[in-house]
């Protein structure tokens, strides 16, 4: 019986800081499918080395994209990755071992996540093992969530593995605050045409609690100053994107 032949799906948007090391990381694949957002640096170039298909594909969104990308895949097995996400290699061995000797009744495999960041491996503060469904049968998931959270669904069954998908998630604080910045307001933007009403306890509460929960419940503090950065950041996240809620229904009455 043929082993059973995987497919790589990738989504690109400038990303030549990252996109190589992630390539090579899964140049095993019997497919590998980037869909670009017509990036303005080498990205394409650098994505030619390692597949010839690649689909230039407007922006629509984090969710839409990864469903495209998902259903141009023809392997068996479809493995979905970031661009600053790569496979561990014990995560490829089991991979191939998981593929190889298959069972019928599994239709998708959960990875932990293990995120660097700030110079060191981030283990705590809800940061990890930030489990994700990233290796699916064809046919038998989608890509659902709501931007800019996407997430991969099956409605089969699933089975954890023990090797981690290593996560480059942001250069430096500027970074993570451009991150921050862009998807509060996406969130904001979802939520007022949602018709959510702004709640002054939510922004006064929330951020705070927030934190709390990241470095003290969750162990944040373990991970040194970077875990306090981490816990901030994410605090601010929650407080923009309440901030920014209140911005949207201020301008909807000013308009009015």
């Known amino acids: 019986m043929a ?3 995987l497919s790589v799906t990738v989504i690109t ?6 996109i190589r090391d992630c390539l090579a990381s899964v140049k095993w694949a019997d497919e ?12 394409p170039t650098i994505c030619k080395e390692y597949t010839d298909k690649i689909i230039q594909r407007e922006w629509p969104g984090h969710v839409k994209q990864k469903q495209f990308a998902l ?19 014990g995560a490829t061995r089991e991979v191939k071992a998981e593929i190889k000797n298959h069972k019928a009744s599994v239709d998708g495999y959960i990875f932990p996540r293990r995120s660097y960041y700030l110079g060191r491996w981030i283990n705590h503060g809800g940061w990890y ?3 994700k469904l990233r290796l699916v049968r064809k046919g038998a998931a989608y890509w659902g969530g709501v931007n800019p959270h996407d ?3 099956t409605k089969g069954s699933t089975k954890c ?3 981690d998908i290593l996560h480059y998630v942001y250069r430096d604080i500027s970074h993570q605050l451009e991150t921050v910045d862009n998807f509060s307001r996406i969130v904001a933007n979802i939520w007022h045409k949602e018709g959510k009403r702004f709640s002054l306890f939510s922004l006064l509460i929330r951020p705070t609690a927030s934190f709390f929960r990241t470095y003290f419940w969750k162990l944040g503090f373990l991970d040194g100053m970077p875990g306090f950065i981490i816990s901030v950041i994410t605090s601010y996240y929650v407080f923009l994107k309440y901030a920014k809620l209140w911005e949207l229904r201020k301008n909807q009455q000013t308009t009015a």
Do not use: C, M, Y
């Open 13 to 18: 948007f400038n990303e030549e800081e990252n």
């Open 161 to 163: 593995l023990q090797n």
């Open 129 to 131: 093992p930030d489990r």
């Open 151 to 153: 997430k991969l669904i």
């Open 32 to 43: 590998i499918i980037i869909v670009d957002s017509f990036s303005t640096d080498n990205t």
């Open 71 to 89: 259903q141009q895949a023809s392997g068996d097995w479809i493995l979905s990755l970031d661009a600053d996400e790569r496979l561990s290699e």
């Open 3 to 5: 082993t059973p032949k």
